[in-house]
């Protein structure tokens, strides 16, 4: 189902001229990484997340399709729609996939160059044992 | 064998003193407590990182040191997250190391209301307060570490006729990293993993990390100990058991949310437990400028204005968060989402801290699940939350921005300064803004009524003996400037007082 959860971010953060998009990211490597790290109803929940977003271009683009159907420039309007909802808890469930959507992208040296901030040094995921 | 972390086999101990937890207030308790000579265990959740082991990514911090990945959220009419830390130093290591001192109209209030406080506890608290700043070095922000959002806050104060400052911290050089909240890489900041648990160690004292208590051992009214099972830090795997038994006293001090929690699982009977939970919401409004800001370069938090405390309740202050934060902090998705965000170098975000009067509870959550927050604001504290976004807009202009983003559901995205009154009467339902909550209060409140508190005016719980709480829970009311000064105050005179009656 990461494919799910792929789409959805992507469709998220999508190029935008020379502004990097999340398909440009690392996305697998990141999503690899969150579900062996992340707690469980953590990654549950970006997945309900995705699927929210995949099962509303009816509400937002009034197209009877699931959004990975949606052709590139619907997808994005449906993007655009459903991420400013009006109901409280979809806006909810896109901010579950947004957040670590945003998380990847906005780490990944390719775009924090084109803010003029510093690569990162890796996360030494250490501690003292004694 | 003085720090003992993740383990397979079963550990065993006997102290004088328990303190679990490690951040401002259980650090500052244990530390007094070891200068004394006492033998003193500190028994810390989280996992033990130096400064060189801190994440620099936000998703490395919420991994390696928020409580829960920073997941928490309170239940109410609006999910906002409740944010605490869960390493040794506890929130100390994220937060901006922010010392004000407690201001002097709450031991009045404390006094009235509690019986607890008054003028004598404001001379003690003060007296800590003044030891505190010299020992943790606070000084101003240095003009080199400040950054272009702090300047361009102080204009708009200024420009407004705003009595503001520069912010006084617990931080020696500030570097202007920007990187408060994933932990000062730098060492600059003077978080208590770094000066008072290797003392505590250095004097003899025994830390446990990794070591979340899961009860206070009670023989009758009496607290003699604390246990718990190890829990590995990356692949969370709970492992041996330990005990470590207190001669004299358990010192509480795990977080607003994870104190009442854990008296309420040992079998600790007090009928305010869990109650009176307060915080400080708190949003963000970004103003965009046409010239960058770029705001992650210079301290994280620079500039501050008290002025509103008292009416209407606010307390104003900048705060910069990395880029990926703001990435999903931007409302939208698609191309226009991206747009947006590509103005991220022009944009500089200050927030408000709400005063709140509403109350809320804390309880276990369902099997043994993380503390579950009730919590909603009310009428009145909405207005002072949309009060508190107009004024910020109003000095985002003031400092010469184009246009402020609000963040709130149903206003639009940009709104120009023509349009900055629609702030004002903005809606009043949560679900219309994306708060946090970052101070946290009550819970195990102090009060001299033990029908209406928890613990008495030195931390002592009623009924109970050997039973201390030294953290932000024990505090009754908000208090409207940032708390790390306050409890640090009061852990110390709680821990002072505990070895008087030794």
Known sequence: MTWLVRSAMCALY??????????????DGFLERFHREAPLR?????????LVFHLTPLFTVFVPLPAFLLPPPLLDRHASRIAGSGSYWVRQAIFLVKFPAGLCWGAHPDVRRRFALGAYPADPADWRTR | MPHVSFGERRFEDDVDYVVVGSGAGGAAAAVVLARAGAKVALVEAGAWREPEHYPSSAYGAMRDLMDDWGASVTLGRALWPVVQARTMGGTTVVNSAIAIRTPADLFSQWERE?????????????A??????RELCVEEVPPASRGRSNELAMKGAEAMGMESHWIRRYAKGCAGT????????????QSTN???????????????????VTRVVLEGTRAVGVEGRFVHPATREQGASFLVRARKAVVVAASVTHSPVLLMRSGVKRRALGRFFRAHPGTGVFGVYDAPVDQNVGATQGWASTQYRERPGLKLETLSIPLELVA????????????????????????????????????????????VVRYTLDADDMERFREGLHLLAKMHFAAGARAVIPGVAGLPFELGQKDVDRLREGPTDPRHYIAVLTHLFGGCVMGADPDRSVVDGEGRVHGYQGLVVADASV???NLGVNPQHTIMALARLNAEALLARA
């Open chain 1, 42 to 50: 953590m990654s549950l929940g970006v997945f309900l997340g995705a």
């Open chain 2, 328 to 371: 999903s902090r931007f409302a939208g998705g698609g191309t226009e989402l991206m747009k947006r965000l590509g103005q991220y170098r022009h944009v500089a975000m200050w927030c408000h801290a709400v005063r709140a009067e509403s109350t809320g509870t804390v309880s276990p959550g369902p099997f043994g699940g993380a503390p």
């Open chain 1, 14 to 27: 999508p190029r935008a001229g020379d502004l990097p998009g999340l398909e440009d990211c690392d996305l």
């Open chain 2, 178 to 189: 920007g990187q408060c909240l994933q932990g000062c890489r730098k060492q600059k900041k």
């Open chain 2, 475 to 477: 505090i009754p009311t």
């Open chain 2, 114 to 126: 509690h019986g607890v406080g008054g003028d004598g506890l404001r001379e003690r608290v003060w």
């Open chain 2, 128 to 133: 800590a307060q003044e030891v505190l700043e």
């Open chain 2, 194 to 212: 770094v000066v008072w648990v290797p003392e505590v160690l250095a004097r003899g004292g025994l830390v446990l990390s990794c070591a979340p």
